[in-house]
């Protein structure tokens, strides 16, 4: 049907329309590209593009001109779906080059046909592919915090451990965002988590507080990692384990000297199996909550400022 389908956005786990492009690829075995990667493409090619130009930077506006003057040089034929439609010049020259044009709803069609009679009105199926919470796993892991701070490298530790003692789990994801954040990290790290978990991952997005607090209370671990080790400014730490949710992390010498691994949480690097039974993990977060409780309240943080 298609061998290559080239779309305006490319990042499935950020944007719709390339979620269409990323599943069409998939439901016809078809290569998903940008159209940065035209180079990739060859007279003789069956391709669609899906496209949406409603928010084109100048880079991507620039590609899109060399995309059609490359199509022009080699021969190159193809066919166009358009989520949207604002009748700009782009629009128009695609159009003027395409074999088949694709309206993903009547009003963008009624449009179309005001220039081509070669529109065929069409709808964009459901995205949503989950299955979801996916119980039934014998441990639920839980992670929440910024998705730029994610360390994957400590993850593939977890992954393979797990892995080597035979354990059935999922692990959950919820990120959030600072102001300033550049929202794109986040598809290339869902990508390399997904690479590392496969099918034991999934992904949240940006939970509330009252969201987030929920799947503490009813995972069985929650896990988050940083770049040297655990500080005492971590909050991300502080909520489950006053919430009886098992942690797992990364300790080093300037972590909190409350913390000690097998005792109320778990190093990473002393992971092992034993850890990870039902009984020691209740008796690990036990004595969590007592030392979280003690050492890191909001009384105790007061009075040592008013000292």
């Given at each position: 049907m298609f061998s290559h389908i080239i779309s305006t956005n490319i990042k499935p786990h950020l944007s719709g329309v390339a979620k269409f492009g990323f599943l069409l690829s998939k439901k016809v075995n078809a290569d998903f590209l940008g159209f940065f990667d035209m180079k990739k493409i060859h007279r003789g090619d069956k391709v669609m593009l899906s496209v949406s130009c409603d928010q084109l930077d100048m880079e991507l506006e620039t590609q899109i001109w060399r995309f059609i003057s490359y199509t022009e040089e080699k021969r190159i034929k193809y066919s166009v779906f358009f989520h949207t439609w604002n009748g700009n010049s782009i629009e128009n020259e695609l159009i003027k080059k395409a074999r088949s044009i694709y309206a993903g709803n009547m009003e963008i069609a009624l449009e179309l046909k005001k220039i081509t009679q070669n529109v065929k009105s069409l709808w964009s199926p459901s995205l949503i592919e989950g299955v979801g919470l996916r119980n039934g796993r014998d441990i639920h892991i839980f992670s929440f915090g910024m998705a730029f701070k994610i360390q994957t490298k400590y993850h593939e530790i977890l992954a393979e451990k797990f892995e080597e003692y035979g354990i059935n789990y999922i692990v959950r994801f919820s990120t959030g965002f600072h102001e300033r954040a550049n929202f794109g990290n986040y598809d290339q790290l869902a990508t390399e988590l997904e690479e590392i978990y496969g099918d034991n991952v999934q992904f949240f997005g940006f939970l509330s507080d009252d969201a987030v607090d929920h799947f503490l209370r009813t995972s069985d671990i929650y896990?988050?990692?940083?770049?040297?080790g655990a500080r005492a400014n971590n909050t991300t730490l502080y909520a489950p384990m006053s919430r009886g949710c098992p942690v797992i992390t990364n300790l080093d010498m300037y972590s909190p000297g409350w913390m000690s691994s097998g005792k109320n949480i778990i190093?990473?690097?002393?992971?092992?199996r034993g850890l990870l039974t039902k009984k020691k993990l209740s008796k690990i977060n036990q004595q969590?909550?007592?030392d979280v409780s003690r050492n890191t309240n909001w009384n105790k943080l007061i009075k040592e400022m008013q000292q």
């Open positions: 896990v988050n990692f940083f770049p040297n190093d990473i690097s002393s992971l092992e969590a909550k007592i």
